[in-house]
């Protein structure tokens, strides 16, 4: 893989669909990530306002692996407030 010269969430797809310069890509499965990591409404709403609003994170969260953690870090935010 070269740089990234595309990332979308994809809706006919509900993939998060990355393509880089060296003309590879990569199809985030959306419903396959939620379904590993979220446990209810709030925690798959929360994913779905990252997929819609930011879906380079999204996709650098996926492929970190960092998904679960990043739903533990927002859970804990909202019950502060």
């Known amino acids: 893989?070269?740089?990234l010269i595309y990332c979308a969430f994809?809706?006919?797809?509900v993939c998060v669909e990355l393509l880089f310069?060296?003309?590879?890509?990569?199809?985030i499965d959306t419903v396959g990530?939620?379904?590993e990591v979220a446990d209810n409404l709030y925690q798959?709403?929360?994913?779905d306002w990252l997929v819609y609003n930011k879906p380079l994170e999204y996709a650098q969260l996926v492929l970190g692996g960092e998904l679960e953690s990043?739903?533990?870090?927002?859970?804990e935010?909202?019950?502060?407030n």
């Open 1 to 3: 893989m070269k740089n």
């Open 10 to 13: 994809n809706m006919d797809t």
């Open 21 to 27: 310069s060296d003309g590879s890509s990569i199809a």
């Open 33 to 35: 990530a939620e379904n």
């Open 44 to 47: 798959r709403r929360e994913l």
């Open 70 to 75: 990043y739903i533990q870090r927002t859970a």
């Open 77 to 80: 935010h909202r019950s502060e």
